[in-house]
C-alpha cells in the first residue's frame, strides 16, 4: 500500500520564478491538506482540497495555489517566489474521518525542499 | 483554536522512559489530542490520539487527567532512533481538520 508520495525531493528557483509541487495521496484517501515547514518551526497549514476544490485556507497570500485532480492527486503552485518561500513543503492525505471510525489520522508525505536564491 | 504549550528540549539516555507534557487549558469538549513525530527532513508521523484517560498503543501511551487540560506523551525505554520532533496538537476529530502546529519538543537520546 502506497503511502504519501511528493515530487520533485528538492527544488532550486530564483525569485520572480513561479514553481509547482506535487502530491499523491495514500490510497483510498480522498482529501490533501498542503503545509509549509519552516527551519525550526512547526509545518503551517496552507489549504486543503477535497472533492476537486479548496475548502479550508491558512494566512497564506494568493500566490500560493493549488489544484486537486479527479484521481485525488494535488498540485501547489506558488507564484512570484520570495527568499521566505524557502521551506519544507508538506502534503498530507486523509479521509473525512469523524468520532469513532478511527480513519481521521492525517498521513504526511516526505516533503519537497524548496530554496529560492 | 486551543493553544498548546511543551517544553522546547529534553535529554535522555537509552533505555529510559520519557515523559512529555503538554498543556492545552483551552481545550474544547469535542477536541482530541494527537502527538506526532518527525525526524528532520521528513513530514511528521502520528503516534497517537486520545480524549481522555489513558490510550496505550505499540509506539507509546498517552495519559490525560480528568479535566484534560493537560497530556503526557510517555515513550517507554527509549533508542537513538527516537531523536525527533514531538508535537502536541488538539482539534476536532476529522480528517478534514486543519492541524496546527506548534513549535514541538526536540527529544535528544543519549547512549
Known amino acids: 500500500d502506497a503511502g504519501v508520495t511528493q515530487s520533485p525531493t528538492h527544488l532550486i528557483k530564483t525569485r520572480g520564478q513561479q514553481v509547482t509541487l506535487r502530491c499523491s495521496p495514500k490510497?483510498?484517501?480522498?482529501?490533501v491538506s498542503w503545509y509549509q515547514q519552516a527551519l525550526g518551526q512547526g509545518p503551517q497549514f496552507i489549504f486543503q482540497?477535497?472533492?476537486?476544490?479548496?475548502?479550508q485556507r491558512g494566512n497564506f497570500p494568493d500566490r500560493f495555489s493549488g489544484h486537486q485532480f479527479p484521481n485525488y492527486s494535488s498540485e501547489l503552485n506558488v507564484n512570484a517566489l520570495l527568499l521566505g518561500d524557502s521551506a519544507l513543503y508538506l502534503c498530507?492525505?486523509?479521509?473525512?474521518?469523524?468520532?469513532?471510525?478511527?480513519?481521521?489520522?492525517?498521513?504526511f508525505g516526505p516533503g519537497t525542499r524548496l530554496t529560492v536564491l | 483554536l486551543a493553544k498548546t504549550t511543551q517544553p522546547i528540549s529534553m535529554d535522555s539516555y537509552e533505555g529510559q522512559e520519557v515523559n512529555i507534557t503538554c498543556s492545552h487549558n483551552?481545550?474544547?469538549?469535542?477536541?482530541?489530542i494527537t502527538w506526532y513525530q518527525q525526524f528532520p527532513s521528513q513530514g511528521p508521523r502520528f503516534i497517537i490520539q486520545?480524549?481522555?484517560t489513558k490510550v496505550t498503543n505499540e509506539v507509546a501511551s498517552l495519559f490525560i487527567p480528568a479535566d484534560r487540560k493537560s497530556s503526557t506523551l510517555s515513550l517507554p525505554r527509549v533508542s537513538l532512533s527516537d531523536t525527533a520532533v514531538y508535537y502536541c496538537?488538539?482539534?476536532?476529530?476529522?480528517?478534514?481538520?486543519?492541524?496546527?502546529f506548534g513549535s514541538g519538543t526536540r527529544l535528544q537520546v543519549q547512549p
Open positions: 498530507a492525505s486523509s479521509l473525512k474521518g469523524g468520532e469513532g471510525s478511527g480513519t481521521d489520522t492525517q498521513y
Open positions: 496538537l488538539v482539534g476536532g476529530h476529522t480528517g478534514r481538520r486543519a492541524l496546527t
Open positions: 482540497y477535497y472533492e476537486e476544490e479548496e475548502r
Open positions: 486520545g480524549y481522555k
Open positions: 490510497s483510498g484517501h480522498d482529501t
Open positions: 483551552n481545550i474544547a469538549t469535542n477536541d482530541y
